[in-house]
């Protein structure tokens, strides 16, 4: 999981009407993608990547994920496959675009059109927070990777449930509390050799999206609990 071929899963784009609304991912990348430009501006930057297969049929105003970040594309230069995205002071601070360096390879997707195929699960390019990788271990079919999490981001990250690393949705093999919160995820041959998390090492940072479902999940159960909260079916005006 985490990686696809763009030419068997893109068709054609749709007219511009239908290229509005909130952007989804899947997690499953489509390029890896190198860092060719990086403006520092004093409240924000700008920062051009090179992805031939992910521009080619990539316009301003759409988004793409790099390393799991939903950004807005600004420019585009076709001819040599680049694509120039704004990155807000915010999303440097918070992410690992802040640190990233010339030279620097990237994961790349697409936001998902409604006729894609949901390969890997939803996923917003809206960070919760970075991690840590602590242990890297190779096996003969797979690596295995611990990452620490931040405390308050735990609780949201379940066994066999999904979370996305650096925009790459990853099953998560186990997960603890104490006494550091960590995950530990598997990662397949195509994984490896076709994203960044391929290269990642002990010490290293990575950008974390915690699945959706389980915030929503937490919200409901707490606004259920507060003497105001209003039953679904009154709300609707059902009666018994």
């Not at 609304?21 to 489509?30: D, H, L, P």
């Not at 994961?107 to 998902?112: G, P, T």
């Not at 990777?145 to 949705?169: F, Q």
Request: aromatic residues 2%.
């Amino acid at each position: 999981m985490g990686v696809r071929d763009p030419v068997l899963t893109r068709s054609p784009l749709e007219p511009d009407e239908g290229r509005t609304g909130t952007r989804v991912f899947t997690g499953i990348i489509e390029e890896l993608g190198e860092v060719v430009d990086l403006d520092r501006l004093a409240d924000s930057a700008r920062l051009t990547v090179r992805g031939r297969r992910v521009v080619a049929d990539t316009r301003p105003g759409d988004s793409i994920a790099v390393d799991g970040c939903c950004l807005t594309v600004v420019d585009l230069e076709p001819d040599d496959g680049r694509c120039t995205v704004d990155v807000m002071a915010e999303t440097l601070e918070r992410t690992t675009l802040g640190t990233l360096r010339l030279g620097q390879r990237v994961n790349l997707e697409r936001a998902v059109r409604a006729d894609g195929r949901l390969g890997g699960h939803l996923v917003q390019g809206h960070i919760d927070g970075t991690g840590q990788i602590r242990r890297r271990e190779h096996t003969p079919r797979w690596d295995l990777l611990e990452v620490a999490i931040p405390a308050r981001l735990c609780r949201y990250v379940a066994e066999k449930g999904s979370i996305a690393v650096d925009g790459v949705s990853l099953t998560v093999v186990e997960v603890r509390d104490h006494p550091e919160p960590a995950f530990t995820v598997s990662l397949i041959p195509t994984t490896l050799a076709l994203t960044t998390l391929g290269h990642k090492q002990p010490g290293d940072a990575v950008n974390l999206e915690v699945d959706v479902l389980a915030k929503y999940v937490e919200r409901l159960l707490t606004t259920s609990r507060t003497p105001d909260a209003v039953p679904a079916v009154a709300a609707e005006g059902v009666r018994a």
